[in-house]
């Protein structure tokens, strides 16, 4: 079935460094890709939806100049966490959805120290 | 936009027993309900799905109903086991394709 491969798995990093996360469609295209972030024990929230050849569309709260968001092929979207801050550190997904249904990414495990 | 709440937030059976997880939405837009098992680290995993045209699906052990006018949906486990234990999660998908997730489950099935 239909893959979604999301590098790398986790990372530490610095603060005030930035972070690219990226999540490729592995045998189909996605002209839409989604970014959830998880925090321990909550829930998966929707970051932003990722649009190939436009802007990406940020939910409410979440700063789009801080979480820069690239669709430049059908296939790969990518997320750089800017000027990363403790507070930062998460567990970011990726999605994409094809005829069956969303497929996820394995997931960035982002410590920020 | 579209809110799903989640109930309970945790839940302990026995081995052998049902486990049963209710979810409500309020966009009556929303017409693709799948649920989602998740491992501490790990990516969310369907374990089943149910579309706005149907109002029942059963999968072995799993079962999901949908009653579209209440906009509520569950989840039923059968004959737990020890390796359902897991973190569970509904969530709904609106007419731009999003998905929107419940608070989670903890479902704990005890030996």
């Known amino acids: 079935g239909a893959v979604v491969s999301q590098h790398p798995s986790w990372v530490i990093c610095k603060s005030g460094t930035s972070v690219k996360i990226e999540c490729r469609s592995l045998?189909?295209?996605?002209?839409?890709m989604f970014w959830y972030r998880q925090f321990p024990k909550q829930s998966l929230m929707l970051m932003a939806t990722?649009?190939?050849?436009?802007?990406?569309?940020?939910e409410q709260g979440v700063e789009k100049d801080k979480f820069l968001i690239n669709h430049a092929s059908l296939t790969l979207s990518t997320l750089t966490v800017t000027s990363a801050h403790p507070e930062d550190s998460s567990f970011y997904i990726c999605?994409?959805?094809?005829?069956?249904?969303?497929?996820f990414g394995s997931g960035t495990r982002l410590t920020v120290v | 936009g579209e809110n799903v709440e989640q109930h309970p937030s945790t839940l302990s059976v026995q081995e052998g027993d049902s486990a049963v997880i209710k979810c409500t939405y309020s966009?009556?837009?929303?017409?693709?309900f799948p649920w989602y098992k998740q491992e501490l680290g790990k990516r969310p995993q369907l374990i089943i799905d149910i579309r706005s045209n149907v109002g029942e699906k059963k999968d072995q052990r799993i079962a999901v109903t949908l009653n579209k006018t209440a906009k509520h949906f569950s989840l039923h486990i059968t004959e737990t086991q020890p390796e359902d234990s897991a973190v569970y999660f509904c969530a709904a998908n609106n007419a731009g394709n999003m998905l929107t997730f419940g608070g989670g489950t903890r479902l704990m099935v005890k030996p």
């Open positions: 966009d009556s837009a929303s017409n693709y």
């Open positions: 990722s649009n190939e050849g436009s802007k990406a569309t940020y």
């Open positions: 999605s994409a959805r094809d005829q069956a249904g969303h497929k």
């Open positions: 045998d189909f295209q996605a002209t839409t």
